[in-house]
């Protein structure tokens, strides 16, 4: 069974630092793995995509990288500013015992940017 | 429009009540997504349609059940829930359920139940 973990589950730090989010799963047979982020009781926002024959995408401050074989990705952040505090989550997206296509989610990192 | 909507944003209801989730897309997605997400806790996928046929049900009790009238729309009727039954119900789509793809979340409707 997928498992997707993200270390560390909190995370504050001062605006304008670089930093880094970190995304963890057990098996490598993914398709592609999507950042999102979730603001506090809101939806989810996608982030970057990232196939699984790509080493990396960047859009603006965000940076994502991916290396299957040992089953990481991280998110890059430049230049951090408080509207960037939400909720980050990963998802990788495999195909399951029964042949169905399912995304499963990481626990997420609760990022604060402190003004 | 790169938007999913769903209403009502938040429903607050008994142990008896039947309602229903409304999900809405106008991006011609033919693959859409009910998911629950618990407080503090990731997604967890529900249903999925594809091309307004149930392709996918995580084992879901059957007090839920998704209904795909055409292909912008999906509801998810609610009937005699359990308190446990409080969450976040996210709705998602995208192009037509191919691995390739981004899914497009809508904001959720927040259900209580009392």
């Known amino acids: 069974k997928q498992e997707v973990t993200q270390i560390p589950a909190a995370l504050s730090v001062p605006e304008g630092e670089n930093l880094v989010l970190n995304c963890s799963f057990t098996d490598s047979a993914i398709y592609n793995l999507q950042w999102f982020r979730q603001d506090p009781g809101k939806g989810l926002t996608s982030l970057l995509l990232i196939q699984s024959s790509q080493r990396e995408q960047t859009s603006g401050r965000l940076n994502a990288s991916l290396d299957k074989s040992s089953g990481r990705s991280t998110l890059y952040i430049a230049a951090s500013q408080p509207g960037d505090s939400a909720t980050y989550l990963c998802?990788?997206?495999?195909?399951?015992?029964?042949?169905?296509?399912?995304?499963?989610f990481g626990t997420g990192t609760r990022l604060t940017i402190i003004p | 429009d790169t938007e999913v909507t769903q209403t009502p944003k938040h429903l607050v209801m008994g142990m008896t009540n039947k309602k229903s989730l409304k999900c809405e897309q106008h991006m011609g997605h033919r693959a859409m997504y009910w998911y629950k997400q618990k407080a503090k806790k990731p997604p967890e996928l529900m249903f999925v349609y594809s091309y307004e046929k149930l392709s996918i049900n995580e084992s879901v009790p059957s007090r839920f059940s998704p209904e795909c009238p055409n292909s912008s729309l999906l509801n998810l009727h609610l009937h005699a829930l359990q308190p446990e039954d409080s969450a976040l119900y996210l709705c998602?789509?995208?192009?037509?359920?191919?691995?390739?793809?981004?899914?497009?979340f809508g904001p959720g409707t927040r259900l209580l139940v009392l």
């Open positions: 998602a789509s995208s192009q037509d359920g191919s691995l390739q793809e981004t899914q497009y």
């Open positions: 998802a990788v997206r495999t195909i399951s015992n029964f042949g169905n296509e399912k995304l499963t």
